[in-house]
């Protein structure tokens, strides 16, 4: 009987708690290739052991940034993070990033179904109007992930974000709860004579 606590439960992945225990060789792995953070903030530094332990632990129980581990159901395996925040409580709105830091899950729905379970907690739990999501233009995988969970393409911030020795444009994605709902049911409201 499996006994790891799972805060949100789909079909291929779990979420819980990044635990200081999950600050390992691996996410010290994730959080300095190039590959990985290619269209993160985080990859104009490098980051020790000790600099991710303390970004975990500024988050714990932090209400405003949720930030949980994605893990694969099968295995148990801590494969990448995702954030809810920070959360606007006076307008209903939450900002949601994520980073699969295990390549050899890229690809198989795994952000999009990571994405599709904090936008129902964001709905059902904390009661948002609004997730919203940005990334950058040459990020397909992401807003293909973002879109496939039901987010809709809001705008573009041109010239954004220093990349690569120029600019690269920002993709703004949002879902609001009666889109989420009327995914959920798409029947919902039909008439029927």
């Keep these: 009987m499996n006994r790891i606590p799972k805060f949100v439960k789909g079909n291929k992945i779990y979420l819980r708690e990044v635990r200081e225990s999950d600050v390992n060789e691996n996410y010290y792995r994730w959080m300095n290739d190039y590959e ?14 000790e ?4 970004y975990v632990r500024s988050l714990d129980g932090n209400r ?18 995702i954030k809810l925040g ?8 939450g900002d949601i990033s994520l980073v699969i830091g295990e390549k050899g899950y890229w690809g198989k729905g795994i952000g ?4 599709s379970l904090v936008s129902a ?18 990020n397909k ?22 990349m690569e020795g120029g600019f690269q444009d920002e993709i703004l ?3 609001w709860v009666r889109d989420w709902i009327a995914m959920q049911n798409p029947n919902a409201g039909c008439c029927h004579v």
């Design 121 to 138: 907690y964001a709905f059902n739990v904390l009661n948002l109007n609004k997730v919203k999501a940005g990334c950058y233009a040459d």
């Design 86 to 93: 920070p959360i606007n409580w006076i307008h209903g709105f």
């Design 51 to 54: 600099q991710i332990a303390a």
């Design 64 to 81: 405003d940034e949720i930030f949980l581990a994605i893990c694969d159901q099968e295995n148990d395996r801590h494969i990448g993070n």
């Design 141 to 162: 995988g992401s807003e293909r992930a973002f879109i496939k969970a039901g987010f809709s393409r809001e705008g573009v911030l041109k010239s954004q974000w220093r």
């Design 36 to 49: 990985i953070t290619r269209f993160l903030e985080v990859r104009y530094v490098p980051h020790s052991l």
């Design 112 to 115: 999009a179904e990571a994405i």
């Design 173 to 175: 994605l949002g879902l």
